[in-house]
């Protein structure tokens, strides 16, 4: 028996280690059909509709579950007491949709903050800061923090971008700050 995965182009690399130590195991093969990101929404939406697929399990991006959910098998007697243990919380919440499992963690995403040191250092611009809000220029540690840093206008402007999540299980608005291309 194959087993046809549909993963990103790239991506794969994760999950390779495990399917040999599956194929090791059931003498099955994985074999894993490569897709550039933006393909794999609309190749997964195409497959589905048509009623049939080229593929057994799809890899996909976490934001997606709500919209395939309704066309996933359950999973809820996977979820163990001890896997869900063995599990980071926001990853075993993710794999929800309407209170059932409908889809298996593989990794997790981390989002980064990166922030320009010699902004935050400069004597000029902590000043500045510090009049307008009353504390201390610091690398932020909750989001009022993120926002007044945000919101600052010092002479080298920071520039930002502000990703929004539209899927129904995301509630949490992603900041991505780039601050001239320059971080450390």
């Known amino acids: 028996m194959t087993l046809n995965v549909l993963v990103e182009s790239g991506g794969f690399q994760l999950q390779e280690a495990a399917a040999r130590q599956f194929e090791a195991q059931t003498g099955h093969t994985v074999n894993f059909i490569q897709v550039p990101y933006a393909g794999v929404f609309d190749r997964l939406t195409a497959e589905m ?4 697929t080229s593929f057994d399990v799809a890899t ?3 934001v997606w579950l709500p919209r395939f959910a ?6 809820d007697a996977l979820f163990t007491d001890e896997m869900i ?3 980071f919380p926001a990853i ?3 794999a929800q949709v309407d209170g059932h499992y ?9 989002e980064i903050l990166f922030y320009r040191k010699d902004l935050f250092e400069d004597p000029a ?7 307008e809000y009353g504390s201390d220029l610091a690398p932020p540690t909750n989001w009022q923090e993120f926002t007044d840093v945000a919101t600052f206008s010092p002479a080298t402007p920071m520039v930002m971008a502000r990703l929004t999540s539209t899927a129904p299980m995301s509630k949490v608005v992603r900041a991505v700050p780039m601050w001239n291309c320059m971080a450390e």
């Open 125 to 131: 611009e902590q000043a500045a800061f510090a009049e």
């Open 85 to 87: 243990a063995d599990t």
């Open 60 to 62: 996909i991006d976490v």
């Open 92 to 94: 075993v919440a993710d």
């Open 49 to 52: 509709a048509s009623g049939g």
């Open 102 to 110: 409908v889809a298996m963690p593989a990794w997790a995403n981390t």
């Open 70 to 75: 309704p066309l996933a098998e359950p999973l």
